[in-house]
């Protein structure tokens, strides 16, 4: 094995899917970009990164709830301008042409373009790591949409797509919930 540059480790690991986050500041929606992200466990509760360098924050810290929502590879472009500029100036709802659709539970809006959306409340915060803990509320898919493969940041402003669905059920059947 050659060695790798500490500083790249993490790209590794990084491949989750990217995902949009919309908050509501009790005016305006807006909307981030997010690859930082983990499942927590079989439960909807799952951890992102973020903090005070985002506009987003000070909503998703107020108001403590937001949505999830997934896009797909289709809206690549969108999504990495969507992550590169500011709600403080923007109306990125407007400016990229998405449609906000309200939630059952949350103010956040839901992005009617994408595949999936969750609604979640934050139920924690871990200053120390700028982790937010959310707890899903809500969760919907859009069962007509075809393309369905999701994007994967590597963290170096390159991206990896879906690829081939491998099936391992059996062989993780004892592990697995009832059920899922
Ligand atoms: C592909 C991609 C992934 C990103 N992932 C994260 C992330 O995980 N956490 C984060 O704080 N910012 C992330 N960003 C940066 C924010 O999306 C960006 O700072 C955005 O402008 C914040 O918008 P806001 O200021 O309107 O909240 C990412 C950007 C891109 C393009």
Redesign the pocket.
């Known amino acids: 094995m050659r060695q790798l540059k500490l500083s790249r480790a993490f790209t590794l690991m990084e491949s989750g899917p990217?995902v949009l986050v919309t908050?509501h500041d009790g005016k305006k929606s807006?909307?981030?970009?997010?690859?930082?992200?983990m499942v927590l466990d079989f439960t909807p509760v799952f951890a992102?990164?973020?903090?005070e360098?985002?506009?987003?924050?000070a909503a998703l810290r107020k108001n403590r709830e937001c949505v999830i929502a997934i896009p797909t590879v289709d809206m690549l472009d969108k999504?990495?301008?969507?992550?590169?500029?500011?709600?403080?100036d923007?109306d990125?709802f407007a400016k990229f042409r998405l449609t906000p659709v309200p939630g059952k539970v949350v103010k956040a809006p839901l992005i009617k373009e994408c595949l999936a959306n969750i609604e979640c409340k934050v139920v924690d915060i871990v200053r120390k790591h700028?982790i937010v803990v959310l707890e899903g509320v809500a969760a919907y898919v859009d069962p007509a949409r075809k393309e369905k493969r999701t994007v994967h940041?590597v963290g170096d402003?390159t991206?990896i797509v879906d690829g081939r669905r491998l099936d391992r059920r059996k062989m993780m059947a004892s592990r697995l919930p009832a059920g899922l």
Do not use: D, E, Q
């Not at 992102?48 to 903090?51: A, P, R």
């Not at 360098?53 to 924050?57: C, G, L, P, T, V």
């Open positions: 990217v908050t807006n909307i981030m970009t997010l690859s930082w992200t992102i990164t973020t903090g360098w985002n506009h987003s924050y999504v990495v301008r969507i992550g590169t500029c500011s709600g403080a923007t990125k700028n940041a402003g991206f």
